[in-house]
């Protein structure tokens, strides 16, 4: 089946790189009108920046290929653990999102530790390298980690204008989440080479969902099919452009906005003909998060004063609303 490509925004974010009071304010409001047309009618949209350059990009692709062109013993000496705690290897169809399986494998990873610091939550720890510097040397270790770091800064940037579109403060919602959120590799088979006596419809590079975070920023390898959004009662092809980073508003973000940021349901479908390589940064709101609830007082919307906690468990205090607790067991993590 054909798609057609959806036409989103590219917003530059370069004027936020230094401190915004040094950009001219026709420059700022013309970033926060983008963000939030962007925002309220897709939830998806295109950024670039001065700091991410091309070279960047073939980096932490060609980085993605080394590590998926090991062979599954290796691959399968890093496994990921269930549970809040996602870091490893990503087998196929381990995290199929539906009945559907999903052709994928990926590699998760996240804030750097030293060995001199203590995780403060069950979601901080190390990255699980294995031996794969040995195998695959220092240097590609290195720069997945320079790429994370990079993402996290342009994530930031992406909160600046989010808090000049929406008017109000977003930093203190993200203090400690670069701590807390990941970043997948993904890698995503044709078609063929899995189970080809299945039935086509019932396999799918990543089933439909939301994110549930604050935002994800994805990077596709160049010239291939897959991410897909769902506007207008339709499918839409988000196509690669060359240095650039697609972000996607997360359920979170639409909390923050009343409803008014969209978080799009997305998924992707690969062509079933190619290899596709992708990478996903799941960015979060910090650990102590309390997910926003809004209450009607006449006229006026007013926080509840009993907000439940994004990550902690709190059964004991809310044994009636259990059913509003993110399960991280439960969370699909393509992109």
Known sequence: MEYQPIDLPVIDLSPLEDNIENSSPEILEKIAREIKSACTKHGVFYITSSSFKLEEQKNILESSHKFFALP?????TIPIK???FTRGYVGIGSESGSHRLEVKEAFSYGYEWNASENPTNSLQGPNEWGNLGQ???EEWRESLKRFYNLLVH???LVVKGLEL???IELKSHCSGGETISLMRLFRYFPYENKEQDANENEKIGSSPHTDWGFLTLVLQQEDTQGLQVFYNDQWWDIPSKPASIIVN???YLSLLSRGTYISPLHRVVNDGMHERYSCAFFYYPRYDSKIPMFNQDA????LCSKELSLFKNQTNDF???KENMIDLTDICFGE
């Open 299 to 302: 006229d006026n919307e007013i």
């Open 154 to 156: 342009l994530a930031t």
């Open 135 to 137: 195998i695959l040397g």
């Open 319 to 321: 044994n009636d609303q």
């Open 82 to 84: 269930s549970g809040g």
């Open 249 to 251: 508003c997360g359920d």
């Open 72 to 76: 599954e013993s290796v691959k399968n």
């Open 165 to 167: 579109a929406l008017g």
